[in-house]
């Protein structure tokens, strides 16, 4: 089993610049691939952010480009989303997931990954 718990998230302002962390732990997942989601209140789940350790492939939702940044500390067992220029159509709650493999014509989708963190609260005042 994988265990996932993400940290960092917090009320900033519009503007403002945050760093969310995804601590894995438990069965090592060879190959890969991790992501960012989020989920607004009323609103569905939707995708964030991700990267695949085969390729170092990194995908983003245009509404994100340019502004997050995914990464990964293998040596920490860490996945990163820095957050730049925030604005208050960011706030939601950010879950980590991650798989084995995962394709890139699915990478983007829920139902890809199987291990899901709790969640993290990330709120933007304007």
């Not at 969310?20 to 789940?45: H, M």
């Not at 990194?58 to 860490?78: E, Q």
């Amino acid at each position: 089993q994988v265990q996932l718990v993400e940290s960092g998230g917090r009320l900033v302002q519009a503007g403002d610049s945050l760093r969310l962390s995804c601590a894995t732990s438990g069965r090592r997942i060879s190959s890969s691939a991790v992501a960012w989601f989020r989920q607004a209140p009323g609103k569905e789940r939707n995708f964030v952010a991700a990267l695949t350790e085969r390729d170092g492939a990194t995908y983003y939702a245009d509404s994100v480009k340019g502004r997050f940044t995914i990464s990964r500390d293998s040596a920490n067992n860490t996945v990163y989303l820095e957050m730049n220029s925030l604005k208050p159509e960011d706030t939601a709650i950010y879950y980590c997931a991650a798989n084995g493999p995962v394709s890139r014509l699915v990478v983007r989708m829920v139902k890809a990954y199987a291990f899901w963190g709790q969640g993290t609260q990330v709120t933007v005042s304007s």
